[in-house]
């Protein structure tokens, strides 16, 4: 099964080669020589130990060229269950200020997002003994497009790469389990207003233990 991305609503959003995504998929093949014969294998990404509360996980994925992906923390995976995303944004995955943030959500995500119950943060990275959490609040205009399939983000100043960030979303989880994955694209502070891709949070909802 392969989920593909939202695109960007803007034409030069359009235009940048996240289109690269699309072909990738959720799941990368690796080729590996054996005996002569070549064997092939979905690599499905892995997850990392819980936090040690039910319903807590975090997940950690290796980078490739093409497909970057992101930490995420979330409360709950449970489909239809009230959950606190914190997609997270660490100094090595970008390399410049943020003058702008966008993120495209994907189209068979059915769960309303509202605009109050997102925001932009500083954010401690959880582990074994922590949890992830935001650790301050970036003064930030957040918007919702009316179809639901973009956030955009313009904090009041740019903000440095410095520092690992996040963007908090409470929000019912979709109707229908699988992967869903959310695409962060950002602008640079700069003469030219274009939007580089950063990379993507694959976020897996499960169905109900009861079902």
Same mark, same amino acid.
């Given at each position: 099964m392969k989920f593909l991305p939202a695109m960007p609503s803007s034409p030069r959003e359009r235009s940048h080669p996240l289109s690269l995504i699309s072909r990738l998929g959720t799941a990368a093949l690796g080729a590996l020589a054996l005996s002569g014969a070549t064997l092939l294998s979905p690599l499905? #990404?892995?997850?990392?130990?819980?936090?040690?509360? !039910?319903?807590?996980?975090?997940?950690?994925?290796?980078?490739?060229?093409?497909y970057r992906k992101l930490y995420f923390f979330t409360t709950d995976t449970t489909r239809m269950q009230r959950a606190e995303y914190y997609l997270m944004l660490r100094p090595k995955d970008r390399k410049t200020a943020i003058l702008k943030l966008s993120?495209?959500? #994907?189209?068979?995500?059915?769960?309303?997002?509202? !605009?109050?119950?997102?925001?932009?943060?500083?954010m401690s990275e959880g582990g074994m003994l922590k949890r992830t959490r935001c650790l301050e609040t970036i003064p930030a205009t957040i918007e919702v497009s009316e179809n639901g399939r973009s956030i955009e983000i313009f904090p009041e100043t740019p903000v440095s790469d410095k520092d690992t960030i996040g963007v908090y979303m409470n929000v019912f989880n979709p109707f229908n389990a699988g992967m869903y994955q959310f695409n962060a694209l950002a602008q640079a502070p700069g003469d030219i207003p274009v939007s580089g891709y950063l990379g993507s949070w694959l976020i897996q909802i499960v169905p109900n233990s009861t079902n």
């Open positions: 499905a #990404p892995a997850p990392s130990l819980a936090q040690g509360t !039910p319903g807590l996980m975090e997940f950690r994925w290796e980078n490739n060229r093409d993120i495209s959500v #994907p189209s068979h995500f059915d769960s309303k997002i509202d !605009p109050k119950q997102v925001k932009l943060c500083r």
